[in-house]
């Protein structure tokens, strides 16, 4: 008995001391819900990036070996920019949505 809640209390501590690094570091797009950025991405911008590569998959552009964005707010103007340029018709909302999910998914800037 004496064993077991000694080795709860140590799981529960462990658990507060890898959670703490996550809650410091606030997600550069915090507003953005990478859910609706996933769908908006897939709607407006996917097939353009798919149409680039021969095997028709254009997230390889934002892998590492591909991708030119080097920041959070250089990732940011870029999607403005993109949504501007090809007419999406997106508010500031919804490019925080698409570049939280590009983070969250590929980038992982701070
Ligand atoms: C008609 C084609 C086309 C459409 C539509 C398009 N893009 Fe792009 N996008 C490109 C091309 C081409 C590049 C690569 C340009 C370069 O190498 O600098 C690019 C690059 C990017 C990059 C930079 C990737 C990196 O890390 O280097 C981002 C981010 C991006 N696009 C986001 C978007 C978003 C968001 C949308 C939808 C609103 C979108 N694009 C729609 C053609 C398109």
């Known amino acids: ?8 209390v ?7 001391v890898l959670a703490a690094p996550l809650a410091v570091c606030a997600n ?8 609706e950025g996933s769908k908006l991405h897939a709607k407006s911008c996917a097939s353009c990036h798919d149409s680039m590569y021969n095997d028709r998959n254009g997230l ?16 940011r103007q870029r999607v403005e920019a993109c949504a501007s340029r090809f007419n ?11 570049s939280r999910w590009l983070n969250d998914e590929f980038y992982r800037f701070r």
């Open 1 to 8: 008995m004496e064993s077991m809640l000694r080795s709860a």
């Open 10 to 16: 140590r799981r529960a501590l462990a658990a507060v």
């Open 28 to 35: 550069p797009f915090a507003k953005g819900d990478p859910s």
């Open 60 to 75: 390889q552009l934002y892998s590492a070996d591909h991708r030119k964005m080097t920041s959070a707010s250089f990732l």
């Open 88 to 98: 999406v018709g997106w508010f500031d909302e919804e490019v925080d949505h698409v």
